[in-house]
Nanobody, 126 residues
Framework: QVQLVESGGGLVEAGVSLRLSCVRS????????RGWFRQAPGKEREFVAA????????YYADSVKGRFTISRDNARNTVYLQMNSLKPEDTAVYYC???????????????????WGQGTQVTVSS
């Protein structure tokens, strides 16, 4: 059984940084694409960022490009999301996820991911 556990969320002011972590327990996910998604109240879950198995490829939503950085440490079974210059519109529950599928034009699709964490709340005040 695989469990993903996010941490690092909180209440911050606009402009500051946060780093989210997602630790995996159970079966290794080193061969899985890893992603971060977020869901704001009343909205659908949306893609934030993804990273390939080796970490050599990354992909970002336009809304976070240049501000957020995804990385992974397979030896520590951990994926990170460094979030800089946070904005109030970044407020959401952030979820990490894992996909067994190959890197493709659909890597941003929620349905490509079959393992999910429970989420961590990020609230950015103006």
């Amino acid at each position: 059984q695989v469990q993903l556990v996010e941490s690092g969320g909180g209440l911050v002011e606009a402009g500051v940084s946060l780093r989210l972590s997602c630790v995996r327990s159970g079966r290794t996910l080193s061969r899985y694409i890893r992603g971060w998604f977020r869901q704001a109240p009343g909205k659908e879950r949306e893609f934030v960022a993804a990273i390939s198995r080796s970490g050599g490829m990354t992909y970002y939503a336009d809304s976070v490009k240049g501000r957020f950085t995804i990385s992974r440490d397979n030896a520590r079974n951990t994926v990170y999301l460094q979030m800089n210059s946070l904005k109030p519109e970044d407020t959401a529950v952030y979820y990490c996820a894992a996909s067994p599928l190959g890197w493709s034009d659909s890597t941003y699709v929620v349905g490509e991911y079959n393992y999910w964490g429970q989420g961590t709340q990020v609230t950015v005040s103006s």
